[in-house]
């Protein structure tokens, strides 16, 4: 069963670069598919920032695409996410998830509010 | 980019009624379509991948349908439990989610 974690900061300053990691469980990283990163500001729809697959290669949210670096660590089987030159507007509930096409696992998703 | 246009962005049925929600895309995007259910609280679930094709555990009153740019998804009779806000998503081009609609009990 593919079980993802995210963790990070749940408060980070304007100006500054938020940092989160999806741990992933009873899947290999290694082993294909994509993985990416989906937010969801307060009350508000969802946005997808960007998505990388084992071997390194991204592709990203083009309006967020200057601010943002997804990586990943195969050894550890988690990949990382950040954003850069934060605001107010970056506040949300991040998610990872499995980036099959559709987006089949997902985390619970972690609140990041973004505040001096 | 791709947009997505989803309507309603609100809806009242009855338990029981045959509901239904639209997603437009403003480009041919094939059959390239999810729809997700998300409950307060909680992740989005995967319900309906490839524009029509059910997600293994779904319960069969859940469907979709379209292909090009307009894309349907109905509950066949509402239950109690699928109170929660759905959201169509491309993945033609990148990806992009529509705005959801907000399902409510009457």
């Known amino acids: 069963q593919v079980q993802l974690q995210e963790s990070g900061p749940g408060l980070v300053k304007p100006s500054e670069t938020l940092s989160l990691t999806c741990a992933v469980s009873?899947?290999?990283?290694?082993?294909?598919?994509?993985w990416g990163w989906i937010r969801q500001p307060p009350g508000k729809g969802l946005e997808w920032i960007g998505s990388?697959?084992?071997?390194?290669?991204?592709y990203y949210n083009p309006s967020l695409k200057s601010r943002v670096t997804i990586s990943v660590d195969t050894s550890k089987n988690q990949f990382s996410l950040k954003l850069s030159s934060v605001t107010a507007a970056d506040t949300a509930v991040y998610y990872c998830?499995?980036?099959?096409?559709?987006?089949?696992?997902w985390g619970q998703g972690t609140l990041v509010t973004v505040s001096s | 980019d791709i947009q997505m246009t989803q309507s309603p962005s609100s809806l009242s049925a009855s338990v029981g009624d045959r509901v239904t929600i639209t997603c437009q895309a403003s480009?041919?995007?094939?059959?390239?379509l999810n729809w997700y259910q998300q409950k307060p609280g909680k992740a989005p679930k995967l319900l309906i991948y490839?524009?029509?094709n059910l997600e293994t555990g779904v319960p069969s009153r859940f469907s979709g349908s379209g292909s090009g740019t307009d894309f349907t998804f109905t509950i066949s009779s509402l239950q109690p439990e699928d109170i929660a806000t759905y959201y169509c998503?491309?993945?033609?081009?990148?990806?992009?989610f529509g705005q959801g609609t907000k399902l409510e009990i009457k």
């Open positions: 998503q491309q993945y033609d081009n990148l990806k992009t």
């Open positions: 009873g899947y290999s990283i290694s082993s294909g598919y994509y």
């Open positions: 490839d524009a029509s």
């Open positions: 990388i697959y084992h071997s390194g290669s991204t």
């Open positions: 998830a499995r980036d099959d096409a559709p987006l089949r696992y």
């Open positions: 480009q041919d995007i094939s059959n390239y």
